[in-house]
Each structure stands twice: as C-alpha cells, then as structure tokens.
C-alpha cells in the first residue's frame, strides 16, 4: 500500500507541478489525468477545498441540488429514466441526449461535495441503472443511429464521458467496457473540420482516459493539431480574426466558442503528460483570443452578429444544459481554462482581458452559469490586485473574412452584419433560427447594454424591421425561406485607417424569396463619435412597400424612455405611433442621438411585444409551456411541500385539490405550489382555470414565486361571492386587492412582470385582457432594468386558507409563457417601387439631446457623395475623407481618384503628412490604381502590397490587392504645400501607366 501511494504521488508530482490531493491516489497516469479532470467537473480540490459559505458556490449547489433532485423525483424506478422522454428517444436523438444530460446533471450532485445528494448511495445506483438502461436499449455498439448525427457522435459521449469520470470508482469494469464500446461505435477516430473537430478530439480524448488506452488519448492530442492553422477557405480561424463554420457562417460567439472552451479543456487535460500538444502553431490559440474573442466581446457578452443561428437560442436554466452551452460562458470559461495553463505574457494578457469584461459587465449573472472550478478561477482573477484590468478596446475592426465590421469606442460598440458571394445570408438548421431572414442584410447593432440584443430581443423584435436594413417589407414572409444563400454581389467589405477609423459598404441585393428584386447601395462611415449612414439606388419592383429602418431599439421595462424629436419630447405611452415629415434630428434617452442631413420623414412606433421561444427555435425545450396533457409530470416542475394524494395528471389537465394552508403572513402552509424557473427578463404568464370555490379561503390560481414571504398571484376565490383576488407580499408584508368576478367558474389569469411592475389580469376567453385588475410594485426579482429573475419561479397553486372549509378541484388546462420587451421602431419609407431612392443620417451613441441639437445645426460631417457611383464623406475635424466607389470605372471625390471598385480612406493629419488606406471589398482584383490630387515629397511608410508610381504633380498609386482578399493597404505621405506643388515637374516611381 506505502508502495502505491508512493507511485500516486510521484505521477501527481510530474503531471501537475508537484501538488498533492490527500487522499486521491493515482495508481497510473490516467488516473492521474482522470482524477484531474474529475476536480475540474466538480470544483473540488482537496488540497485547496472551497469553503461551503461562499455564497456563489453555495448558490450553484442550491441550483444543482434543485436540478438534479427533480430528476431523481421523476425518474421512473423501473426503468430508470423517464417518461417523458423514454419512448420519444427511440425516434429523436435531442430526447435521447437529454437523458443523459439528466443522469450527468445527477451524478454531478452526487460527486459534489456540499450537495445534499454527495455520495447519496440510492441516487447513485438508480444513475448506474439508467446508463445500463440506456446502454441496453438505445446506445450500444449495435445500435443504428437516427434523426441528428451531433446527438451521437458528439453531445451523448460527452455526457456520458463526463458521467463514467464522475462515476469511475463505482462502476464495474463490465460497465465501463460497454459504455466505451458504444463511444467507440459513433466517435472511433477524429475527423471533421472546426468545432466539430475539437469536440470529437474530446470525446477521443477521454475516452482514452476513461479505458487507459494511450492510442486513443495521442489521436485526441494529434486531432487538435489540424485546429491550429489559420484557414484560407472554409471553417476555422482566419488572418483578420473571422472564424467560419459549416463553411459560409461567422460563428466566433457560437461554434468558435465552443471551440475555445474544448480546445482549452482537451490541452489543460493533458499539460505536462505524455500527450501533451507539440504542435509548432499551438500558439495561435493566444492570438484568437487578441484578435477573434475580444473584439467581439462587449462587457462579457458575445456579439449576436457572430452567433450563427444560436442568437435563437435560450440563454436560461440554472445550469448549462447542453454541450454548446452559450457564447458568452462558453468564451469566459475557454479564457479561464487557458490562464490555468498558458506560458508567460498570456496569462497576464489573458486575466487583464477576463478582469475587464468581469468588471464591466454582470459577472454576478455569469457566476450563475459558470461551474464551481470556473467560479473560483474568476474570483481569484478579480480579487487578485496585481492583475489589472485589460483595456476597453478602441478601434475599427474589418472583419473581410466574415463580412463583419466592429466599431469600439469607450462605452459603446456598432456592429454591422453583412453578406456577399462569399459569405451566406443566414443559417436555418435544426428549426433553428427560422426568422433570420434579414440579420446579414446590413443589420446594425448599437450596444449600450450587453442585453441590447440577447435572445429575448430576438423572440420580440419585428423580425422585419431590424436596424439597419432597407428591406422589402412582407409580415407574411414564411419562416426559413431564403435562408442559407449566398448574394450574387461581391462588394461587401471595406477599409480601416489605422486601425482607428473605417468605411464599410455593401453592394446589396435582396434575392431568393417571391418576387424580390430590391436593390441598395449602403455604405457606413466610423469616426470617433459618430457613424454616418448612407443608402442610394433603392430600387424595387416588387410592388411591396419599401423601407430602411434607422433604429429598433429595445427600452426598459415600462417603454417610456424619453423620445425629443427637433426639440419637443414625444408621448411615452405604449402603441403610439406617429410621421413626422422634415425631422432633422431626434434623442432617445440611454441611447443617444440621430441625426439627418436636410431633413427626412420618418416613422415612430412604441410598442410592447411579446414572442415565445418556439417561435424562433424548436430544437430546444424551453421549460415552462405545458399543455399539461399528459399523464405524468415534466421533469421541469418541482413542488413545494408536495402531497401526491392531492393532485393528478389527467391526459387533458392538472387537478390540484384545495388544503388548509396560506401563504399569508407567516404562515406559509400552502401545500403543493407548482413551480418552474421563469426566463431572464420581463415576461407574461397565463392559465386557463376551471374552479368552483364556495366558501370563503377556497382559492387557486397562478403566481409568481421567490419565497413563502415574496410573491405575487392572482387567484379564482370566494369572498363574499365568487371573485378575483390579487396579493402581494414583500418581505412578510402582504397587500390584498378583490374584485368581482364576472367571468364565471373558467377563467383565464395572467401576470405581467415589467421590472418590479407586476399588473394581473383575467379573461373570459385568454384573448380580451382589457385593463389590469390591480398592479403591483414589488422587489422580488430587483427592479433593475432587463434583471435576469434570479431565483424567481412562477406556477400554480391552490388553497383553503386557515379555515377548515370544503376541498375543492382546481382544474387548470395550461401554463404559458411569452417574453415581452418594449421598443422604440424609426423607420423611412421608400414607397412602393422606388426607382433610385436614397436616404442619409448620422448616428450619434451616448450623446445628450443638447449635443445632439448643437450637431444637428453644425455637423462634423459632410456628406460629398450618395449615389450609385460613389458614397463619400469628409469628416472635417479629423481630416478624414471616406469613400466608397461601387463601379469598375471607379469614380473621383475631392482629392481622391480610384481607377475600379474601391473603399478608400485618407487623413490629412494637417501636419503635412496623409494616410491612405486602399481596400478591394470585392475580393476579386488584382491591382487598384487610386491618384491623390496631391503633391507628396517623400514616402514615410508603406505596406509592401501599395506601389508608388508618382508623387509629383499628383500621386498615383498602384495597390495589389490579390494575395490578401479584402485586407486594408496603407501609405503614409509627407506632402508639399499645396501653393508649390503647381510649379513641380512630374516625379514618377515605377511604372507610369495607370488605367483611363
């Protein structure tokens, strides 16, 4: 025994840098990486054990506990898995991953010290039950695969893998052989290309672990190499910091996530052992993080342009419930991974970046979402004093790789989303994202707030009316049509100066759906604190209305921010809508200003929406929405103070039948509360109840949940009569409001929760609400703005009160959710069939309506050009002048003269020097010759791509353009004052033949 504890220790000491875990013995190096990557799965470190009392790990064990404990509730004790989804996983592999997503979430509570359930003897043998089942009947060496391939090779062995590592001291070899079997049947080998590519290296990689087989973790290790190279075409990471997946999709915050985070895993796994990753381009993991994540990153939110079609997908639940998990805990969680284990500078470089974005945005709510290991990693970085915290990023991104442009400045980012003949329209996969008709069409995003566009924006916005975008507008547009296309035009792209300023352009054409022919030249100008936008050669046929959508902006919780257009402050009242011809300039508070250059008329509409998440994505559930037309419950609800003789699952309804309890004061008694986790942010629920209440405390109805002394409900009762009762109770204090009922016995209820405004409501058919019987301000969720409803449930109840009165049957039909958010639509109308229609308008973020009124009257900008040959704009306090020249003939303004389509973008320094910067957004040049009505003297900088062919009397330039595809070329020129130049002779360098 002295023997092998001798070895464990040695291996430990070699493979981690000379830490010991008392009491956690290695008898081999896979051991040794097992148990390593058990402590990360459960956070616990016995050498270093977290302390119980910190109130972000205790709320994680709450969570797992509540999750994991429902499951087991659940799960049928014969077959050990459950109802709901054991004969539906025959047919659909999303039914069968969510199985074994449940027994991991299970056995995670059972291996996490501090959890109720640790080391729980029946919880672990009814997880070891359900693999067996699982393994017997659905996923086994034999098995055929059905429905999606990811279920198979990826999502199930990773769940499974992380189950067995969990479980590995308790499992029989016989089951630890069977279930790498079946691994080995779907996943036996790497292959694929990006994220895909990683996660299969993963499951390769601790399947070799798991049956010490070094072959399988040196094919895991040797997988992740192919990763490392920067890509040319197709999926991976490219020059300019694009990341592409499934060929034609910027997908940095989605696949590209998930890349970083396995990636990350799989190389701290196996640091130090045998296996270690040699690879001579291993490096370039730092660089992605520089130039791929930050950027994209604003207060520790990923960017929705960059999430593919999971900008349609929930970011809820207590815990990550799926191997992608989400953009912005999958990216922390890869940057936290790489500061356990990087070389040098980076983990300085890489812990400032993390400090900043934990510190500028809510890492309370990323603690939610992150592991008990990743909590204590992000706490030791932001309480750690020596690290500082990064920089908030300054500059103008070109993204020519993935058709993105991303423009930073202190406080605020603009995104624009695009697409071309190289890169796709929108991605509908899956039932995924079937309304992303519009996102690449020159969509804008101005963030503020990191939740200006997360996903509740998604299942509320107009999805045809997305900033940005001039679009031909039909509502009745079906979902998923014209997805997944590429544009016949090419020129998408731009130019940056420095890195600090930019132009951005899009030859666009709406294609692929009905008889749409519109065509827009767009074209945006990034300065330092103002974007102007431009559009000409609107032109459509379609017989349509066509309009350009200056802003769809998302308000707080009551939609009244304050709306100045020219000075006079607009109603703040939902529904209003308003056209206002001539307007020159408007402010909308928390956003900033917009400004129009001679004026334009637009439309104002405020409104509150509302949307579900199914309808933007079927692929997940989204717990909640119960037709309660089963037999049994969904494993999302969970009771509170349970009596299972008191209620039934009928097939068409739930039946709670009515006990003395209250929730009243401190009496807190009621008696089978049904609960689930509400979603982030503002929402509305509703029923449909049949009750028949007869003596007085007889009530039942739906509520609204943090705790026995904080809720809200609406209720069906007996008072006097039958009526409706509303209560709110904060902090034990309760106030009570009654009315009549004069909907009868079956009656729809509904809660409103805006902020800490919760209004109720009730109906005779679920369709006419009219005013709100009675609403309520209560903290229960807080009251900030776009709150994330931390530990807020809402459900059903029904209870006789104090009294001992009568049992009566609450019968109620459904429970329903829709998220609601308030939005502020500005819009120009085209009409129908314009014919070469254009607009113009500056957008100003963060600034004040009097600085907007000051622009408005003596703008920065002056817009030179705006037609189908070339936009142009001179930013007269920089020096800086922006163009776009659209045609093959080029085009000239001011100084500027390009010989063929072009961005370009120049800086008079007024010092006596410029800056040129050349792009070809075309991607399919050669060379661009561009002349400079100046005169230089002398070259003072040049990339080796830009040739000089004259300086004097003008310049003249040749750029080649070919071996980098949509990259910026740049020059920097001393010039000659403008009174000599006319007396100067040409002075020619290189060739002197340009294009006529």
């Given at each position: 025994?002295?023997?092998?504890?001798?070895?464990?220790?040695?291996?430990?000491?070699?493979?981690?840098?000379?830490?010991?875990r008392p009491a956690v013995y290695?008898?081999?190096?896979?051991?040794?990486?097992?148990?390593?990557?058990?402590?990360?799965l459960t956070g616990y470190d016995p050498s270093a054990p977290y302390t119980l009392s910190d109130p972000h790990i205790q709320s994680h064990i709450e969570r797992l506990d509540a999750a994991a404990g429902n499951y087991w509730r659940s799960l049928n004790p014969t077959t050990h898995v459950w109802d709901d989804l054991a004969d539906s996983s025959a047919e659909y592999s999303a039914e069968l991953a969510s199985i074994y997503q449940r027994l991991e979430t299970m056995a995670r509570a059972w291996a996490t010290y501090g959890s109720e359930y640790y080391q729980n003897t029946q919880l672990l043998n009814d997880v070891m039950a359900g693999l067996d089942w699982l393994y017997e009947n659905r996923y086994n060496e034999n098995a055929s695969p059905y429905d999606n391939w990811w279920h198979w090779e990826i999502g199930i062995p990773w769940y499974l893998s992380d189950t067995v590592i969990l479980l590995y001291d308790a499992?029989?070899?016989?089951?630890?052989?069977?279930?790498?079997?079946?691994?080995?049947?779907?996943?036996?080998t790497v292959d694929m290309t990006g994220a895909n590519r990683v996660w299969k290296s993963k499951v390769v990689t601790l399947r070799g672990i798991i049956g010490k087989q070094p072959e399988k973790i040196q094919a895991g290790s040797d997988g992740l190499t192919d990763v490392f190279s920067y890509a040319t075409s197709g999926d991976g990471f490219y020059s300019d910091g694009s990341f592409i997946q499934h060929g034609y999709y910027p997908y940095a915050g989605g696949y590209g996530a998930a890349l970083l985070y396995h990636l990350s895993d799989v190389l701290w796994i196996i640091s130090g052992s045998p296996w270690d990753n040699a690879s001579s381009e291993r490096d370039n993991?730092?660089?992605?993080?520089?130039?791929?994540?930050?950027?994209?990153?604003?207060?520790?939110?990923?960017?929705?342009?960059?999430?593919?079609?999971?900008?349609?997908r929930p970011f809820t639940g207590s815990l990550p419930e799926w191997p992608m998990g989400t953009g912005r805990t999958r990216t922390v969680e890869g940057l936290l991974t790489l500061t356990d284990f990087a070389d040098g500078p980076h983990i300085s470089n890489i812990s400032s970046i993390l400090k900043h974005h934990l510190e500028d945005g809510d890492h309370e709510i990323l603690f939610r979402h992150l592991s008990i290991w990743y909590i204590q990693k992000a706490k030791s970085i932001l309480d750690d004093p020596a690290v500082p915290s990064g920089p908030q990023l300054v500059g103008n991104y070109q993204f020519y790789n993935q058709d993105r442009v991303v423009h930073r400045r202190p406080g605020w980012l603009f995104d624009i989303a695009m697409h071309s003949d190289r890169i796709r329209n929108y991605e509908w996969l899956n039932g995924e994202n079937p309304r992303g008709w519009y996102t690449a069409d020159g969509m804008t995003y101005l963030y503020m707030h990191p939740e200006d566009y997360n996903f509740i924006f998604w299942s509320t916005v107009d999805p045809h009316r997305l900033p940005g975008i001039t679009v031909d507008r039909d509502p009745s547009r079906p979902d998923g049509v014209g997805c997944c296309a590429l544009m016949p035009n090419s020129w998408v792209g731009g130019a940056a100066l420095a890195g600090a300023?930019?132009?951005?352009?899009?030859?666009?054409?709406?294609?692929?759906?009905?008889?749409?022919d519109l065509r827009a030249r767009k074209s945006w100008f990034m300065f330092d604190d103002e974007i102007v936008a431009l559009g000409a050669g609107i032109s459509s046929t379609s017989g349509r209305t066509i309009e350009t959508v200056v802003e769809n902006r998302s308000l707080n919780s009551q939609g009244d921010n304050d709306l100045i257009v020219d000075g006079t402050v607009q109603p703040s009242t939902p529904g209003w809508t308003e056209q206002l011809a001539s307007v020159n300039w408007f402010h909308l508070t928390d956003t900033g200003g917009y400004v129009f250059p001679g004026g334009a008329d637009l439309n104002f509409l405020r409104e509150e929406r509302a949307g579900k998440n199914e309808d933007i994505n079927t692929a997940f559930y989204v717990p909640g929405n119960d037709e309660f037309d089963t037999t049994e419950k969904s494993a999302c609800w969970a009771w509170v103070r349970e009596d299972d003789t008191r209620y039934t699952w009928t097939g068409s309804a739930l039946e709670i039948v009515t006990q003395q309890g209250t929730l009243a004061g401190a009496a807190n008694s009621t008696r089978n509360l049904l609960l689930t986790e509400t979603p982030p942010e503002d929402f509305r629920t509703a029923t449909r109840l049949t009750f028949s209440p007869s003596e007085v405390g007889?009530?039942?109805?739906?509520?609204?949940?943090?705790?026995?002394?904080?809720?809200?409900?609406?209720?069906?009762?007996?008072?006097?009569?039958?009526?409706?009762?509303?209560?709110?109770?904060?902090?034990?204090?309760?106030?009570?409001?009654?009315?009549?009922n004069a909907f009868g016995s079956t009656i729809h209820l509904r809660i409103d929760k805006s902020g800490a405004q919760y209004s109720t409501y009730a109906s005779g058919d679920g369709e006419a609400w009219g005013d709100p019987i009675h609403t309520y301000i209560n903290g229960l969720a807080g009251d900030a703005d776009r709150g994330w409803?931390?530990?807020?449930?809402?459900?059903?109840?029904?209870?006789?009160?104090?009294?001992?009165?009568?049992?009566?049957?609450?019968?109620f039909e459904h429970f329903h959710f829709e998220h609601i958010r308030n939005y502020l639509t500005?819009?120009?109308?085209?009409?129908?069939?314009?014919?070469?229609?254009?607009?113009?308008?500056?957008?100003?973020?963060?600034?004040?309506?009097?600085?907007?009124?000051e622009y408005s009257a003596n703008p920065d900008v002056i817009i030179l050009a705006n037609n189908s040959s070339v936009q142009a704009v001179r930013e007269a306090k920089l020096g800086i002048t922006g163009a776009n020249f659209w045609s093959d003939a080029g085009g000239r303004v001011e100084h500027v003269t390009a010989h063929g389509k072009a961005s370009v973008v120049m800086r008079d320094h007024n010092d006596g020097t410029i800056t040129v910067a050349v792009a070809d957004p075309t991607h399919a040049q050669s060379t661009i010759a561009v002349e400079l009505a100046r005169t230089a003297t002398s070259v003072l900088s040049q990339d080796p791509t830009v040739t000089v062919l004259q300086l004097s009397p003008i310049v003249r330039l040749e750029v080649n353009v070919a071996e980098t595809p949509g990259s910026t070329h740049t020059i920097a020129l001393e010039l000659l004052p403008l009174d000599f130049h006319i007396f100067l002779p040409v002075i020619s360098v290189g060739v002197p033949h340009l294009p006529q």
């Amino acid at each position: 025994m002295a023997a092998k504890m001798l070895v464990a220790v040695i291996l430990l000491t070699l493979l981690f840098g000379g830490i010991t875990r008392p009491a956690v013995y290695a008898d081999d190096v896979y051991d040794a990486l097992r148990l390593k990557y058990r402590e990360k799965l459960t956070g616990y470190d016995p050498s270093a054990p977290y302390t119980l009392s910190d109130p972000h790990i205790q709320s994680h064990i709450e969570r797992l506990d509540a999750a994991a404990g429902n499951y087991w509730r659940s799960l049928n004790p014969t077959t050990h898995v459950w109802d709901d989804l054991a004969d539906s996983s025959a047919e659909y592999s999303a039914e069968l991953a969510s199985i074994y997503q449940r027994l991991e979430t299970m056995a995670r509570a059972w291996a996490t010290y501090g959890s109720e359930y640790y080391q729980n003897t029946q919880l672990l043998n009814d997880v070891m039950a359900g693999l067996d089942w699982l393994y017997e009947n659905r996923y086994n060496e034999n098995a055929s695969p059905y429905d999606n391939w990811w279920h198979w090779e990826i999502g199930i062995p990773w769940y499974l893998s992380d189950t067995v590592i969990l479980l590995y001291d308790a499992l029989t070899s016989e089951q630890i052989d069977n279930y790498t079997k079946a691994i080995d049947r779907f996943t036996p080998t790497v292959d694929m290309t990006g994220a895909n590519r990683v996660w299969k290296s993963k499951v390769v990689t601790l399947r070799g672990i798991i049956g010490k087989q070094p072959e399988k973790i040196q094919a895991g290790s040797d997988g992740l190499t192919d990763v490392f190279s920067y890509a040319t075409s197709g999926d991976g990471f490219y020059s300019d910091g694009s990341f592409i997946q499934h060929g034609y999709y910027p997908y940095a915050g989605g696949y590209g996530a998930a890349l970083l985070y396995h990636l990350s895993d799989v190389l701290w796994i196996i640091s130090g052992s045998p296996w270690d990753n040699a690879s001579s381009e291993r490096d370039n993991i730092y660089e992605w993080v520089y130039e791929t994540f930050d950027p994209v990153l604003f207060k520790g939110a990923v960017l929705e342009s960059v999430r593919g079609r999971e900008i349609s997908r929930p970011f809820t639940g207590s815990l990550p419930e799926w191997p992608m998990g989400t953009g912005r805990t999958r990216t922390v969680e890869g940057l936290l991974t790489l500061t356990d284990f990087a070389d040098g500078p980076h983990i300085s470089n890489i812990s400032s970046i993390l400090k900043h974005h934990l510190e500028d945005g809510d890492h309370e709510i990323l603690f939610r979402h992150l592991s008990i290991w990743y909590i204590q990693k992000a706490k030791s970085i932001l309480d750690d004093p020596a690290v500082p915290s990064g920089p908030q990023l300054v500059g103008n991104y070109q993204f020519y790789n993935q058709d993105r442009v991303v423009h930073r400045r202190p406080g605020w980012l603009f995104d624009i989303a695009m697409h071309s003949d190289r890169i796709r329209n929108y991605e509908w996969l899956n039932g995924e994202n079937p309304r992303g008709w519009y996102t690449a069409d020159g969509m804008t995003y101005l963030y503020m707030h990191p939740e200006d566009y997360n996903f509740i924006f998604w299942s509320t916005v107009d999805p045809h009316r997305l900033p940005g975008i001039t679009v031909d507008r039909d509502p009745s547009r079906p979902d998923g049509v014209g997805c997944c296309a590429l544009m016949p035009n090419s020129w998408v792209g731009g130019a940056a100066l420095a890195g600090a300023y930019g132009v951005a352009g899009m030859d666009f054409q709406q294609h692929d759906y009905s008889n749409m022919d519109l065509r827009a030249r767009k074209s945006w100008f990034m300065f330092d604190d103002e974007i102007v936008a431009l559009g000409a050669g609107i032109s459509s046929t379609s017989g349509r209305t066509i309009e350009t959508v200056v802003e769809n902006r998302s308000l707080n919780s009551q939609g009244d921010n304050d709306l100045i257009v020219d000075g006079t402050v607009q109603p703040s009242t939902p529904g209003w809508t308003e056209q206002l011809a001539s307007v020159n300039w408007f402010h909308l508070t928390d956003t900033g200003g917009y400004v129009f250059p001679g004026g334009a008329d637009l439309n104002f509409l405020r409104e509150e929406r509302a949307g579900k998440n199914e309808d933007i994505n079927t692929a997940f559930y989204v717990p909640g929405n119960d037709e309660f037309d089963t037999t049994e419950k969904s494993a999302c609800w969970a009771w509170v103070r349970e009596d299972d003789t008191r209620y039934t699952w009928t097939g068409s309804a739930l039946e709670i039948v009515t006990q003395q309890g209250t929730l009243a004061g401190a009496a807190n008694s009621t008696r089978n509360l049904l609960l689930t986790e509400t979603p982030p942010e503002d929402f509305r629920t509703a029923t449909r109840l049949t009750f028949s209440p007869s003596e007085v405390g007889q009530e039942a109805g739906l509520i609204l949940y943090l705790d026995d002394d904080n809720y809200v409900y609406i209720s069906s009762s007996y008072d006097d009569g039958h009526s409706l009762k509303t209560v709110s109770e904060s902090g034990g204090v309760t106030l009570t409001h009654s009315t009549n009922n004069a909907f009868g016995s079956t009656i729809h209820l509904r809660i409103d929760k805006s902020g800490a405004q919760y209004s109720t409501y009730a109906s005779g058919d679920g369709e006419a609400w009219g005013d709100p019987i009675h609403t309520y301000i209560n903290g229960l969720a807080g009251d900030a703005d776009r709150g994330w409803n931390l530990d807020l449930r809402m459900g059903l109840f029904a209870q006789n009160g104090i009294a001992t009165v009568s049992e009566v049957v609450a019968e109620f039909e459904h429970f329903h959710f829709e998220h609601i958010r308030n939005y502020l639509t500005v819009w120009m109308a085209h009409g129908v069939d314009p014919n070469d229609a254009s607009y113009s308008y500056v957008v100003l973020p963060g600034k004040p309506a009097h600085e907007v009124s000051e622009y408005s009257a003596n703008p920065d900008v002056i817009i030179l050009a705006n037609n189908s040959s070339v936009q142009a704009v001179r930013e007269a306090k920089l020096g800086i002048t922006g163009a776009n020249f659209w045609s093959d003939a080029g085009g000239r303004v001011e100084h500027v003269t390009a010989h063929g389509k072009a961005s370009v973008v120049m800086r008079d320094h007024n010092d006596g020097t410029i800056t040129v910067a050349v792009a070809d957004p075309t991607h399919a040049q050669s060379t661009i010759a561009v002349e400079l009505a100046r005169t230089a003297t002398s070259v003072l900088s040049q990339d080796p791509t830009v040739t000089v062919l004259q300086l004097s009397p003008i310049v003249r330039l040749e750029v080649n353009v070919a071996e980098t595809p949509g990259s910026t070329h740049t020059i920097a020129l001393e010039l000659l004052p403008l009174d000599f130049h006319i007396f100067l002779p040409v002075i020619s360098v290189g060739v002197p033949h340009l294009p006529q």
